[in-house]
């Protein structure tokens, strides 16, 4: 009987890149969620929720990305980069949140699951050039 292929062998590097930040962005978006649900009850406010739980996200994913998703060492040059990313999906995911909330009166928690997708799309492409310059590992 011969012995099981590793999944390794039979998938990609590319979608094996996927998978991993498909996985990050599990912990990374629980993560920040949890902490809009947290800061939202303290202040009350949709919108500085958001903002803050977006940041404190930001710093998980810049580490799991860099070391897990694309197996990069540290290097000078790649954080203002990821934050210019961040600050792009960080103004989509506000707009698209303001916009649910405030002129269609879509439940808050809702609009956020939202936000956090189109934001995810964003992260990923940039994340993918800044830390491979398009190239798979």
Same mark, same amino acid.
């Given at each position: 009987?011969?012995? =099981?292929?590793?999944?390794?062998?039979?998938?990609?590097?590319?979608?094996?890149?996927?998978?991993?930040?498909?996985?990050?962005?599990?912990?990374?978006?629980?993560?920040?969620?949890?902490?809009?649900?947290?800061?939202? !009850?303290?202040?009350?406010?949709?919108?500085? =929720?958001?903002?803050?739980?977006?940041?404190? $996200?930001?710093?998980?994913?810049?580490?799991?990305?860099?070391?897990?998703?694309?197996? !990069?060492?540290?290097?000078? $040059?790649?954080? *203002?980069?990821?934050?210019?990313?961040?600050?792009?999906?960080?103004?989509?995911?506000?707009?698209?949140? &303001?916009?649910? *909330?405030?002129?269609?009166?879509?439940?808050? &928690?809702? @609009?956020?699951?939202? @936000?956090?997708?189109?934001?995810?799309?964003?992260?990923?492409?940039? &994340?993918?050039?800044?830390?491979?310059? $398009? *190239?798979? !590992?």
């Amino acid at each position: 009987m011969k012995p =099981a292929k590793k999944a390794s062998s039979w998938i990609s590097p590319s979608l094996w890149q996927k998978i991993r930040f498909a996985m990050v962005g599990v912990i990374n978006t629980l993560t920040a969620y949890v902490a809009f649900i947290a800061l939202y !009850q303290i202040t009350h406010r949709h919108i500085l =929720a958001s903002v803050l739980a977006y940041f404190i $996200g930001m710093m998980v994913s810049y580490v799991l990305n860099r070391s897990f998703v694309f197996k !990069q060492p540290k290097r000078s $040059g790649q954080f *203002v980069p990821f934050c210019v990313v961040n600050l792009t999906s960080l103004a989509c995911s506000t707009g698209i949140l &303001y916009l649910l *909330v405030d002129h269609l009166g879509m439940y808050v &928690y809702l @609009a956020q699951v939202f @936000a956090i997708g189109a934001s995810m799309v964003i992260n990923y492409l940039g &994340y993918r050039t800044i830390f491979t310059r $398009g *190239v798979y !590992q």
